[in-house]
Every structure is written in C-alpha cells, then in structure tokens.
C-alpha cells in the first residue's frame, strides 16, 4: 500500500472550518484517496472519497493537488461531534483498506 | 439509513475458549470484511470475503480464525482457541462492489476481552 503520513494531532475551535492536510507523494496513477474517521469507541465511518478531481459531499470536502501529491479534508464548520480520528487512506483497486495512525482532531467549545 | 449490526457487543471470555462474533451486513452488500483494533492502537485488517470465500487475509488471520456466511445473511468470525492477545474490538464491515467504488459500511464492533 502506498504510504500516507498525516499530523498525530490537531485541534480547531467549534463553528470553524477545518483542513486536516494528507500527504502521499508515491501515490501511484490508480490509487483513490479515501477518508475515513473514527469517533470514540465507535466503528471507522466512512467520509470521502475522489481520484483527481475535488469532491464535496453533505460531509465533507476532498481538495486534491494537481500533482496528486497531497491532498485535504475540509469540514466547513466543525461541530463537537466532529471530534474523532481522521484516517487518509489511499487504494489502489480493490485492495482492501488499511489504516494508519491518523489525525486525532480535537474540537474546543 | 442501512447499517451492518454486530453481535455480541461485547464478549468475555477465558483463554482457550472458542468465540464466535456475528456480523450482519447491509442485505445487498457482496464484500464483507474483519478488522480488529487493540486498545490504542491501529484499526487492523484481518480478513475479506467474497463470492463465499476468503478473498485477502492478513498476516494476523491464522489457523485459530476462521470465516463463514452459514445462511446468506450473517457473516461470522470464529476464533478457536482465544489467546489473551485476541483481545480487542473487533468490526465488521461490507460494501456493495469493489471497494473503490465507495462506502465501506463498518458496524459498531464487538468488544472481546479474554481473561
């Protein structure tokens, strides 16, 4: 699997917007970026999904590099229930997923 | 909105013991899928099934696992002889198509703890 890296932590004020960044500069021509989070004590939930083009879904939003080389998750207005570990996560067809350590985003009241 | 359901949400069990965890996935789904996550640590993947076989499994998935759909419905994960190292959460998810195609619906998860 190609390999992601992502900060450990980030923390962000509640009504804001939040840019939890993923960088993956070996992503190869076929690998989809995909986002999952987990909230605590809960199962991963799945977020986004996109290949080359932004996606937007009632969610989020998925901004990708021209280079494909980076990419970001976008939540327009952070909510409390927001808080959880984000997971960037590239696949390549139908490769099964595999997590990393992800970001853990912290939301302040 | 469909969800994939998890049977028992948590399990206590002696080492040695066998333990069975159900799964339920979304009814038209056709992947199906185990992970597992250790207290603090990463969400692991252990095994895929498709077309009622085992499609990938993991380092992790060995002789003590075992998989099966027994009636189309449930999708259960067998664990012959628990270690205490087993213990962990343990989820279930499925997808309708490949998994690129979208959404991989995880349940809630099963907490296994053995004593």
């Known amino acids: 699997d190609a390999k992601t890296t992502q900060p450990n932590s980030m923390e962000s004020n509640e009504e804001e917007p939040v840019h939890l960044p993923c960088n993956h500069s070996?992503?190869?021509?076929?690998?989809?970026i995909h986002w999952y989070r987990q909230l605590p004590s809960q199962g991963p939930e799945y977020v986004i999904h996109?290949?080359?083009s932004n996606v937007n879904n009632r969610m989020a939003s998925l901004a990708i590099a021209e280079d494909r080389k980076s990419s970001t998750l976008i939540l327009h207005r952070a909510t409390l229930r927001d808080a959880a570990v984000y997971y960037c996560?590239?696949?390549?067809?139908?490769?099964?997923?595999?997590f990393g350590t992800g970001t853990r985003l912290t939301i302040i009241p | 909105e469909p969800e994939v359901t998890q049977t028992p949400s948590h399990q206590v069990t002696q080492m040695g013991q066998e333990v069975i965890l159900r799964c339920v996935p979304i009814?038209?789904?056709?992947?199906f899928y185990w992970y597992r996550q250790i207290l603090g640590q990463k969400v692991e993947f252990l095994v895929s099934?498709?077309?009622?076989?085992?499609?990938?499994k993991s380092e992790i998935f060995d002789d003590q696992f075992s998989v099966e759909r027994p009636d189309g419905s449930n999708f259960t994960l067998k664990i012959r002889s628990t270690k205490l190292e087993d213990s962990a959460m343990y989820f279930c998810?499925?997808?309708?198509?490949?998994?690129?195609?979208?959404?991989?619906?995880f349940g809630e998860g099963s907490r296994l703890t053995v004593l």
């Open positions: 099934f498709y077309n009622n076989e085992i499609s990938e």
């Open positions: 996560i590239l696949r390549l067809g139908n490769e099964k997923l595999t």
């Open positions: 070996t992503i190869s021509g076929t690998d989809y």
């Open positions: 009814s038209n789904h056709l992947y």
């Open positions: 996109g290949l080359t």
């Open positions: 998810a499925s997808i309708l198509r490949g998994p690129n195609t979208g959404e991989l619906f």
